[in-house]
């Protein structure tokens, strides 16, 4: 499904040169990324010839092509099952938001296959189902283990406790006790 201005947008974007930072390859410290030059001397903010170029509006894609996913279809943000049934196949893809949780996730993959929505941002949608139920499954499983180890741990502990409690008080009880004595001695020195 793709129309001219997607063939004419990817045959563009093979000549645009990439838009780095002035002297970005004299400086380690300067990162690879878009700067516009501010120097008074700037050879690239003059557009010098031989130069890096400055990007410009005549680099941009063509306005049929804007917003198009490279498969032809404008892409459309999903959150909810009333959205994707709202989505027309013919010219719309869906695109999960990144917030949905797994539950979410998996019953709008299945309404997307039964309307055959074309999601954009999941390669296939019966890998991801699998994978997800896989994913399910073994968060239950590890669940469960967790909660059996807890439990075992549980029954172990009070009898281990018990003995550790009582010396616990008796050696609580002996410093009272000595204190008591000390107290006692200094009272009768003072009287």
Not at 27 to 34: E, F, T
Not at 88 to 108: D, E, H
Not at 126 to 140: F, G, P, S, V
């Amino acid at each position: 499904m793709t129309t001219p201005a997607l063939k004419l947008r990817k045959a563009m974007k093979a000549k645009k040169p990439a838009f780095l930072h002035d002297d970005w390859q004299k400086r380690k410290c300067i990162p690879l990324r878009w700067r516009k030059p501010n120097g008074l001397h700037s050879k690239v903010r003059h557009r010098f010839a031989g130069h890096q170029a400055m990007p410009d509006p005549g680099f941009g894609s063509p306005n049929a092509a804007y917003g198009l996913h490279p498969s032809g279809l404008a892409s459309v943000l999903i959150h909810t099952l009333n959205e994707l049934s709202k989505i027309n196949i013919k010219t719309q893809g869906a695109v999960f938001g990144s917030t949905l949780g797994l539950p979410k996730r998996m019953a709008l993959l299945t309404k997307a296959k039964e309307l055959g929505v074309r999601v954009l941002n999941v390669k296939d949608i019966d890998t991801a189902l699998k994978q997800a139920q896989e994913n399910i499954a073994e968060r239950k499983a590890a669940k469960a283990q967790a909660i059996k180890a807890k439990e075992a741990k549980a029954k172990e502990k009070p009898a281990e406790k018990k003995p550790e409690l009582a010396q616990k008080v008796s050696e609580e009880e002996q410093k009272k006790q000595a204190k008591a004595e000390k107290d006692k001695a200094l009272m009768q020195r003072q009287g």
